[in-house]
């Protein structure tokens, strides 16, 4: 084996552990959404686990966590780590849909790749997950909601972190700003992707996640440890991956798993494709900050507040004009209780409906995604009552919305 080969199998090995310790770092900042204590609806992904008792959620979680940890203390290598690392993800979101977050979903691929990879094309396989990741989260903002949505928030975020105000900033830079997001992502990837233009990539890639973390971090908009841990994450693996150019790649090596790997990414890279079409979820299409998801907007009726759990009655906001219908902010909800954003994906929030109207009569308006060039949408009211949804809505989807 040539020094190059055994300098990148190294490599390999520290992105593996740098995975792994983020991946148990972020569980800690999450640990209640792992563990279904909280009153926060849990909607499985199958209908026959509706009835899942409530502690299996914390025995899986205690099971995993304790025999992956003990693996690594013992030596046995990370490979046993993210075996049962991913087998625990698909068991635990198989439960409840909102733990399929994005980061757990990209550090298990990433270290089933670091572990299951032949020295020659893991870190090619791991360089190609990072530009896909940009890539495809890049074209996902592409449209004029998120420029006049989240786009915008995240500006004034920015704004604030370095203390300056937007009303100072003449009203067409404002416009323009929250465009350069995906620019720059896009522009970041198609950089990495060229050995020649690498070191131009790693300094946009580390640019963009400097100012986001600005602006989401405590200067700016706050937001949950997760988001910002993630992000510290792609600063650290970028130097890493991509730092440097490599030389002449070596002979291929034959390693139980290597398929699996290379399946794997091409699943990643691949399925965001089909998310326009419903075919695959907002988050496994790398689709983060965007409104390619629409809205759907939970509300109670403004004489049932009192019936809803404690917990959720903080976050009912006021009504519009003239209607008896206040809107609940479900995704602040989760941030307080859980640590994390809510599971953007339109049938989950549904199921936090259905589980509402348990204790109140609920309605959603669900509103399509905008159209990229002029952000125009269609919206739809829908009542729901007795912790189920109209069964009309409920056959729109392939996977479970009858929450637990």
Same mark, same amino acid.
């Given at each position: 084996?040539?020094?190059?080969?055994?300098?990148?199998?190294? $490599? %390999?090995?520290?992105?593996? *552990?740098?995975?792994?310790?983020?991946?148990?770092?972020?569980?800690?900042?999450?640990?209640?959404?792992?563990?279904?204590?909280?009153? *926060?609806?849990?909607?499985?992904?199958?209908?026959?686990?509706?009835?899942?008792?409530?502690?299996?959620?914390?025995?899986?979680?205690?099971?995993?966590?304790?025999?992956?940890?003990?693996?690594?203390?013992?030596?046995?290598?990370?490979?046993?780590?993210?075996?049962?690392?991913?087998? *625990?993800?698909?068991?635990?979101?198989?439960?409840?849909?909102? =733990?399929?977050?994005?980061?757990?979903?990209?550090?298990?691929?990433?270290?089933?790749?670091?572990?299951?990879?032949?020295?020659?094309?893991?870190?090619?396989?791991?360089?190609?997950?990072?530009?896909?990741?940009?890539?495809?989260?890049?074209?996902?903002?592409?449209?004029?909601?998120?420029?006049?949505?989240?786009?915008?928030?995240?500006?004034?975020?920015? %704004?604030?972190?370095?203390?300056?105000?937007?009303?100072?900033?003449?009203?067409?830079?404002?416009?323009?700003?929250?465009?350069?997001?995906?620019?720059?992502?896009?522009?970041?990837?198609?950089?990495?992707?060229?050995?020649?233009?690498?070191?131009?990539?790693?300094?946009?890639?580390?640019?963009?996640?400097?100012?986001?973390?600005?602006? $989401?971090?405590?200067?700016?908009?706050?937001?949950?440890?997760?988001?910002?841990?993630?992000?510290?994450?792609?600063?650290?693996?970028?130097?890493?991956? *991509?730092?440097?150019?490599?030389?002449?790649?070596?002979?291929?090596?034959?390693?139980?798993?290597?398929?699996?790997?290379?399946?794997?990414?091409?699943?990643? %890279?691949?399925?965001?494709?089909?998310?326009?079409?419903?075919?695959?979820?907002?988050?496994?299409?790398?689709?983060?900050?965007?409104?390619?998801?629409?809205?759907?907007? $939970?509300?109670?009726?403004?004489?049932?507040?009192?019936?809803?759990?404690?917990? $959720?009655?903080?976050?009912?906001?006021?009504?519009?004009?003239?209607?008896?219908?206040?809107?609940?902010?479900?995704?602040?909800?989760?941030?307080?209780?859980?640590?994390?954003?809510?599971?953007?994906?339109?049938?989950?929030? %549904?199921?936090?409906?259905?589980?509402?109207? =348990?204790?109140?009569?609920?309605?959603?308006?669900?509103?399509?995604?905008?159209?990229?060039?002029?952000?125009?949408?269609?919206?739809?009211?829908?009542?729901?009552?007795?912790?189920?949804?109209?069964?009309?809505?409920?056959?729109?989807?392939?996977?479970?919305?009858?929450?637990?």
């Amino acid at each position: 084996m040539t020094a190059a080969t055994c300098e990148e199998r190294d $490599v %390999l090995r520290r992105l593996s *552990f740098l995975y792994a310790g983020a991946f148990l770092i972020l569980l800690t900042a999450t640990w209640p959404l792992w563990l279904g204590l909280s009153d *926060f609806p849990r909607v499985p992904a199958f209908h026959a686990l509706v009835s899942a008792p409530r502690g299996l959620d914390g025995a899986l979680f205690a099971a995993a966590q304790l025999a992956a940890v003990a693996l690594l203390l013992l030596r046995r290598g990370p490979q046993a780590f993210w075996r049962i690392e991913t087998a *625990f993800l698909i068991a635990t979101s198989a439960l409840n849909q909102h =733990r399929f977050q994005v980061w757990a979903w990209h550090l298990c691929l990433a270290g089933i790749i670091a572990t299951g990879s032949s020295t020659a094309s893991g870190l090619s396989r791991l360089r190609s997950l990072t530009i896909g990741v940009y890539a495809w989260s890049a074209i996902s903002k592409f449209d004029i909601g998120f420029a006049t949505g989240i786009g915008r928030t995240l500006w004034t975020g920015l %704004l604030g972190a370095l203390h300056l105000d937007s009303m100072a900033i003449p009203e067409p830079l404002n416009r323009l700003a929250p465009w350069c997001m995906p620019a720059v992502e896009l522009a970041a990837a198609l950089a990495l992707a060229a050995p020649r233009t690498r070191t131009l990539g790693l300094g946009l890639a580390t640019a963009m996640h400097v100012l986001l973390l600005l602006a $989401v971090g405590p200067l700016g908009l706050g937001h949950e440890w997760g988001v910002q841990l993630w992000n510290l994450l792609f600063l650290a693996q970028n130097f890493v991956l *991509f730092r440097r150019r490599t030389g002449q790649p070596g002979p291929v090596q034959t390693i139980r798993g290597n398929r699996v790997a290379q399946a794997l990414l091409v699943v990643a %890279l691949v399925m965001p494709a089909f998310q326009p079409i419903g075919g695959w979820d907002i988050w496994p299409s790398w689709a983060v900050y965007s409104t390619r998801g629409g809205w759907t907007t $939970v509300l109670v009726h403004h004489e049932d507040v009192e019936h809803l759990p404690a917990s $959720v009655r903080p976050f009912v906001g006021e009504p519009p004009p003239l209607s008896d219908w206040r809107p609940i902010d479900v995704d602040a909800w989760s941030i307080r209780d859980l640590h994390c954003p809510v599971y953007p994906q339109p049938r989950f929030r %549904l199921g936090i409906a259905a589980a509402l109207s =348990r204790h109140a009569r609920i309605q959603v308006e669900r509103r399509t995604a905008p159209t990229r060039i002029t952000g125009a949408t269609s919206s739809t009211t829908i009542d729901v009552s007795n912790g189920k949804l109209p069964d009309a809505i409920e056959h729109e989807f392939w996977l479970n919305t009858t929450p637990r």
